[in-house]
């Protein structure tokens, strides 16, 4: 919710002077007499000041980073060539890591590729010594069940 509103609809239903609730409809308070037109005057003057202590506070923000902004451009313009300078100084590290990295990419390569090559072989024999057992396996599950529906059968 807004705000505005909450302290808007809150002013509207108590009094300013005494903080009572206002009855629906009622124009003066029952505890302290103040009028609601009172009050209503008194939120508008409230609005009214919140409005230009607002405005200016942007306006007075707005000078501000006007004041600042060619000192924040002169530093920028001051600190660039150092900037530069770290980067061609930081450069040969990064040639030399990028360097590393490709040497260790291609010293692992061939390692690389004779585990998959025995991975594969380990697959290959692993399935040749296992293909008969699970054949049999299933031969005889199919005699099980032949017999288990013959005897199912007879009467």
Not at 18 to 34: D, I, K, L, N, R
Not at 35 to 50: H, I
Not at 115 to 142: C, I, M, N, S, Y
């Amino acid at each position: 919710m807004n705000d505005d509103l909450v302290v808007f609809s809150v002013m509207e239903t108590n009094c300013v002077k005494c903080g009572s609730e206002f009855p629906a409809g009622q124009t003066y308070c029952a505890v302290c007499g103040s009028r609601r037109g009172e009050m209503d005057r008194l939120v508008s003057q409230a609005r009214t000041a919140a409005g230009k202590a607002i405005g200016a506070s942007v306006a007075a923000l707005d000078r501000a980073s006007n004041e600042v902004q060619p000192a924040i451009e002169r530093i920028a313009n001051a600190l660039r060539p150092a900037a530069d300078e770290i980067g061609k100084a930081l450069q040969p590290f990064a040639d030399t890591t990028a360097r590393a990295a490709n040497e260790i990419a291609n010293a692992i390569q061939p390692v690389a590729e004779e585990t998959v090559e025995a991975a594969r072989l380990v697959r290959d024999k692993t399935v040749a010594v296992v293909r008969p057992a699970v054949t049999k396996a299933v031969e005889r599950t199919g005699h099980a069940i032949q017999r288990i529906r013959e005897r199912v059968r007879r009467p």
